[in-house]
């Protein structure tokens, strides 16, 4: 259990961190106990057990810190957003391909927490919930390496000696000489092509259960969005003689039975969104050929657009739950301080 310092309020920052973090772990606990109830590969099944392990005391351990402080406590999600008995949807190779992104996905979004938050007791739930994401990270790779299914980044040639760029030409990348790639170009294109597979297998199964049919087409547009940032990505690779990275696609079984609420699909499509923009968002401020900047823009572009839609089909359906935000001066002054 945390305490909290004597007197100190959560800050806005905090307040954020620790309702997204809710939501997140609540959003996620449902899918695991699928995963637990479906899995057959032993060590495939103690990742997933441990992941639901961590995701349990999170949630439990942020609840707390709100009925302390007495915020109200989110709804979120729960065992209504999961069909257990429902057949089979992704493989086991799929479910700690999951498990694995659930870990690198929280190494970035505790960090970035952790170095928000000021209050002690919130820090050390930070500080433990990266060492848990790191651990749950590590576990899947492992089993992964093991099974021969953990796909590395492309090998490059070790240069002979330090050298220095004697031409502008280096961040050409529309006309005439066109370098190669930089090793971090490629870790980075290497990683969208990794979570753009990832997703649009997690969509393909989603678009095959959904029970709305606009969530259906909604789901299969983000496959087709998913589809044509990986062909881009396989552009880029193809011209610099590396190879491209394997997708996900057969790993998603034949099932029309949903496991999962319509709700929680979407809220993970939305999370997928989300993950998407911050990626390219990196992966352009670290970029250097102009042809590279340009797709990455329009790449950030197409992934908003569609996020925005996501949103809007969920407070059209009254299922998105108001984030922490201002009070409204204006609305309150005028008797409305909804």
Sequence with gaps: MYMKEHNIKLTSAEIGVLWATYMAESATIPILKYFKQKVEDKSIGEVIQLAYQY???HLTQVKEIFIQENYPVPIGFSDED????????????????????????GLSADGMAFSMSA??????????????AAKTEDAAKEVMLTKGVFIRPPYIAV????????????????????????????????????????????????????????????????????????NIFHTFFEESSLPTPMTWDTE????????????????????????????I???????????LTAKYLKMMKDIGLFAEDGINLMI???????????????????????
């Design 159 to 230: 240069p002979k000696e330090p050298t220095f760029v004697e031409k502008q030409s280096f961040l050409r990348g529309w006309l005439g000489e066109r370098r190669t790639l930089t090793a971090e170009e490629i870790s980075h294109l290497f990683l969208n092509h990794a979570n753009n597979a990832y997703g649009k297998a997690l969509l393909m199964g989603f678009a095959q259960t959904a029970r709305s049919e606009e969530l259906k087409s909604y789901f299969i547009r983000g496959i087709e969005l998913s589809r044509s940032l990986i």
């Design 281 to 291: 968002g990196g992966s352009l401020a670290l970029s250097m050929r102009h042809d």
């Design 119 to 132: 209050r002690k007791d919130i820090r050390d739930l930070y500080y433990n919930l990266i060492q848990h």
């Design 316 to 338: 059209k359906n009254k299922w998105f739950e108001r984030p922490p935000h201002a009070m409204d001066r204006e609305q309150i002054t005028k008797g409305n301080g909804s």
């Design 82 to 105: 999961v069909h257990l008995q429902a057949p089979k949807l992704y493989s086991d190779t799929y479910m700690v391909a999951f498990i694995r992104n659930l870990g690198k996905a």
């Design 55 to 57: 995701s349990s005391e």
């Design 252 to 279: 998603v079984t034949e099932s029309t039975e949903p496991p999962f609420s319509d709700k929680l699909m979407l809220f993970q499509s939305n999370a997928l969104s989300s993950i998407g923009v911050g990626n």
